[in-house]
């Protein structure tokens, strides 16, 4: 049973254009959530993290939302760039000190 | 200012072969973490190490086993590989509680099994 889903393998944009990946969890103990992103033959690296004390953080391009009643969160990347062009993880923890990751998401940004 | 060291890079074993992947973190990070990631499936939690001298199953830890030997590493053995086990495995290390940063990933070790 997959905790931490998300149901687009793929998503392609245009450079300049917003980026929007989703993510859905069905774990309500999880309160802790964390994107990665991954090139390919590199391990995953940090992004951006949300506590679910909050609905929305900030990181320069990046931002990432967070709906605890309906159990999804979302990574918005503006504007996005041909070097974004990665697979994007999700990643959740219901401080245990363990994340459980989703399936990825392959983000290609088109110029 | 290595971060996480996984070696090797890359392996081919013959089923049946045990190997031991070997992981160093040089950051003083408490946890430690061994992750696979397999097509369409993520990356699936094996073992990890919540502190030094302790482990704890993951998701996926059968025809595993780990040693946290001391505080910088945590190895991951294959006692008998199976082509099952093909995949890319990741190492990590967390700091301690939830922070911001989550897990530092080594590089991976892409493991064939035939």
């Known amino acids: 049973d997959q905790q931490v889903k998300q149901n687009s393998p793929s998503l392609s944009v245009q450079e300049g254009r917003i980026s929007i990946l989703n993510c859905d969890y069905t774990n309500s103990m999880f309160d802790y959530f964390l994107w990665y992103k991954k090139y390919p033959a590199e391990g995953p690296t940090f992004l951006i993290s949300i506590s679910s004390i909050k609905d929305k953080n900030e990181d320069g391009r990046f931002t990432v939302f967070l709906n605890k009643s309906a159990k999804h969160l979302s990574l918005h990347i503006v504007p996005s760039q041909p070097g974004d062009s990665a697979v994007y993880f999700c990643a959740a923890s219901g401080g245990t000190y363990k994340y459980i990751f989703g399936t990825g998401t392959r983000l290609k940004v088109l110029a | 200012n290595a971060g996480v060291t996984q070696t090797p890079k890359f392996q081919v074993l013959k089923t049946g072969q045990s190997m031991t992947l070997q992981c160093a973190q040089d950051?003083?990070?408490?946890?430690m973490y061994w992750y696979r990631q397999d097509p369409g499936m993520g990356l699936r939690l094996i073992y990890y190490?919540?502190?030094?001298?302790?482990?704890d199953k993951g998701e996926v830890p059968n025809g595993y086993n780990v040693s946290r030997l001391n505080k910088r590493e945590f190895s991951l053995r294959l006692e008998s590989a199976a082509p099952s086990q093909t995949s890319v495995y990741f190492c990590a290390s967390l700091k301690g509680a939830e922070g911001a940063g989550g897990y530092t990933f080594g590089s991976g070790t892409r493991l064939t099994v035939v």
């Open positions: 950051m003083n990070h408490n946890s």
């Open positions: 190490s919540a502190s030094e001298g302790t482990t």
